[in-house]
């Protein structure tokens, strides 16, 4: 699924990434901890392509994106990769529906169809309820679980996500961990989370550490 293999990163002459091999397998949650600066997001922001590494292979579904260029990669990482961020980054003039939608028209498909699959994913998110509120009108929970569908309309190979309950309180962090787990469940999702939350850390299949810019 996602194999990454001596990953090395610097910016300037401080080195974030020093030799980092992780490979994650289809359905499973992977936690990423470490403190501050350890390197967590560097690695996050690679394997979401949103970064290139200065040396190493990187490949998704035997794929490997570092090779492609500026819009070919766009358009791979729209088709196989979700993200979740801890500010939930809905378009604030569009319903929770239609930010769903988004990257499913940006991707070029059937109108009707992403509107179908978002309907179907804001079900199972139990949002149907609040689907044509705009974001300033809902919680901070109902904020983050459509940014949650947002990132599953194009049914992504992998949703990395970046301390996606750091900005929510503790009821509905553990409604969102909770999620992941349904999903990878109901979906046989893959996950990559960089987390802080211990509890979020521990549910996970696997648990790494990054200290210095190496897995422990």
């Known amino acids: 699924m996602v194999e990454a293999h001596d990953i090395y990163k610097s910016f ?13 397998e289809k359905g499973e949650v992977i936690s990423i901890v470490g403190a ?32 492609l260029k500026s819009a070919p990669l766009a358009k ?36 009707k169809a992403v509107e179908q699959k978002a309907g179907e994913l804001i079900g199972f998110l139990g949002l149907s309820h609040v689907a044509g509120k705009k974001p300033a009108q809902l919680s901070g929970g109902e904020q983050q679980r459509f940014a949650v569908a ?25 409604e969102l961990h909770q999620l992941f787990f349904n999903l990878r469940d109901e979906f046989n999702q893959t996950f990559i989370l960089v987390t802080h939350n211990e509890q979020l850390a521990n549910m996970a299949d696997r648990k790494i550490t990054i200290q210095d810019g190496v897995i422990l």
């Open 12 to 24: 300037g002459e401080v080195a974030v990434l020093k030799g980092i091999d992780l490979k994650v």
């Open 36 to 67: 501050s600066g350890a390197g967590k997001t560097t690695l996050l922001q690679i394997l979401g392509t949103l970064d290139a590494p200065d040396s190493g292979a990187l490949k998704i579904n035997d794929q490997d994106p570092t090779k």
């Open 76 to 111: 791979f990482r729209n088709q196989h990769i979700g993200f979740v961020f801890q500010f939930h980054h809905l378009l604030p003039e569009f319903t929770g529906h239609e930010n769903v939608c988004i990257p499913g028209y940006i991707a070029g498909k059937d109108q």
């Open 150 to 174: 947002r990132a599953l309309i194009n049914q992504p190979d992998i949703i990395l996500a970046d301390e996606p309950s750091g900005n929510l309180d503790s009821k509905n962090s553990e």
